[in-house]
Antibody, heavy 117, light 113 residues
Framework: DVQLVESGGGSIQPGGSLRLSCAAS????????MNWVRQAPGGGLEWVSV???????YYADSVKGRFTVSRDNSKNTLYLQMNSLRAEDTAVYYC???????????WGQGTLVTVSS | DIVMSQSPDSLAVSLGERATINCKSR????????????LAWYQQRPGQPPHLLIS???TRESGVPDRFSGSGSGTDFTLTISSLQAEDVAVYYC?????????FGQGTKLEIK
């Protein structure tokens, strides 16, 4: 069975950094399109990034230059390095797999990031 | 960027009645190479991650009840729940996966009347 487990969330002051992890099982991260999606408290879904199986990554304008995605193929894990965090980055962060190029088939349970002084 | 907008923002429907949610994209998500609409619908129940219901605008995912259906093409799409059940209370989102950024609509909150 496919499983995605996010971790690494927590409380951080503005300007700080945090690294989220998304550990995958049941499939191989580097052969799928992997996405990060976030949801502010009480808000809607906001797409953050996609990493294609080629390794190319695209980011939302709201995080470009501050967030970086990487993969560790040996651990079958996707990472989201978040720098220069702002209050508006406060959200539950989900990783999601697009296994067929037709929408996000599988989602993790999410990890909460709170940016506050 | 392709902007997605949904209507209404919230909807209250009686059990057993039909619920209709609309989604509009600012530009077409119909790809000429394969004549497919790159449009998905998700359901998000309270406290849960989103769940993919429909892809390609009208293809139900495995295990999704047939009371859920999607329609539309180009820029205008509809999600219909033919006979509302209590477990359908959720927020519904449309999303285009035609081109990055893979934008979502703002969501439609569906409640029981």
């Amino acid at each position: 069975d496919v499983q995605l487990v996010e971790s690494g969330g927590g409380s951080i002051q503005p300007g700080g950094s945090l690294r989220l992890s998304c550990a995958a099982s049941g499939f191989t991260v580097n052969t799928n399109y992997m996405n990060w999606v976030r949801q502010a408290p009480g808000g809607g879904l906001e797409w953050v990034s996609v990493t294609y199986n080629s390794g190319s990554t695209y980011y939302a304008d709201s995080v470009k230059g501050r967030f970086t995605v990487s993969r560790d193929n040996s651990k079958n894990t996707l990472y989201l390095q978040m720098n220069s965090l702002r209050a508006e980055d406060t959200a539950v962060y989900y990783c999601a797999r697009d296994g067929r190029g037709s929408g996000f088939d599988d989602w993790g349970q999410g990890t909460l990031v709170t940016v506050s002084s | 960027d392709i902007v997605m907008s949904q209507s209404p923002d919230s909807l209250a429907v009686s059990l057993g009645e039909r619920a209709t949610i609309n989604c509009k994209s600012r530009q077409s998500v119909l790809h000429s190479s394969n004549n497919r609409n790159y449009l998905a619908w998700y359901q998000q129940r309270p406290g849960q991650p989103p769940h993919l219901l429909i892809s390609w605008a009208s293809t139900r995912e495995s295990g999704v009840p047939d009371r859920f259906s999607g329609s539309g093409s180009g820029t205008d799409f509809t999600l219909t729940i033919s006979s509302l059940q209590a477990e359908d209370v959720a927020v519904y989102y449309c999303q285009q996966y035609y081109s990055a950024p893979y934008t979502f609509g703002q969501g439609t909150k569906l409640e029981i009347k």
